[in-house]
DNA sequence: AGCACGATGCTCT
DNA sequence: GAGCATCGTGCTT
């Protein structure tokens, strides 16, 4: 049984596991534990839903009009969060992926939670944690947090491997909200879901 | 179970 | 000044 946290092999994945094709990397997340530490407690998850963001090109890109304040870290090197704000009330989870200057992302959509569930379910009042901006209130992910090293325990918020999912287990279909952004790109099959590891309910 | 809508503020043109 | 990579409530089937 191991009860304590290993400070010498860090369990994070290694920028590497960023540095490829964002597709590649929206499917492999899913089924990793995507973990905060929060008043010194691991609060944490099993990624059941990404969406993939792949460069200026992609017009449902935050790219897409070129480098901006907001999307700097997006054209950093990879394995770094892109947290953003939206609605007026709203944070954004992404893990920039492929090489430095290419910016592109992969938007955490929602988290099977796993760990500290005592404090993730008040934090979000008994409520579901399967959703971009419900995930990142239920860590409490927010601006501090946009350009910090997921692959690094010492940042606060990291990613580390989980439960694999096999490709059979694996849906995909077109990206979440894009209402105003024109074809092709409002339908690329960009979002990918997972039924594991234990069936959380769809939305 | 599924729609309609209001909340609320930052970013970029 | 417009437009958001959303959520929760409340109302209708």
Sequence with gaps: ??????LRSSPCLPHEFYNRPTLAVACALLGMRLVRLLDGVQLGGIITETEAYI???????HARSGKTR??????????????YFTYG???M?????????????????????????EIISARRQGRDTLGPAKLTQALGVDAAFNGADLCSPA???????????????ILTGPRVGLYTVPEPWKSKPWRFRTTLPSAPPTR
Excluded: K
């Excluded at 460069?55 to 890109?61: N, V, Y």
């Excluded at 940042?155 to 287990?169: D, H, R």
């Design 70 to 83: 907001r999307n700097a870290v997006m054209y950093g090197p990879p394995g770094f969060a892109y947290v």
């Design 155 to 169: 940042s606060g918020l990291w990613i580390e491997a989980g439960v694999p999912v096999p490709q059979s287990n």
């Design 93 to 117: 989870l992404n893990a920039v992926t492929g090489p430095q200057g290419f910016p592109a992302a992969v938007l955490i959509r929602a988290i099977q939670p796993l760990q500290g569930l």
């Design 55 to 61: 460069g200026e090109a992609d017009l449902g890109c």
């Design 89 to 91: 009330m709203h944070w």
């Design 1 to 6: 049984m191991r009860s304590t946290f290993d």
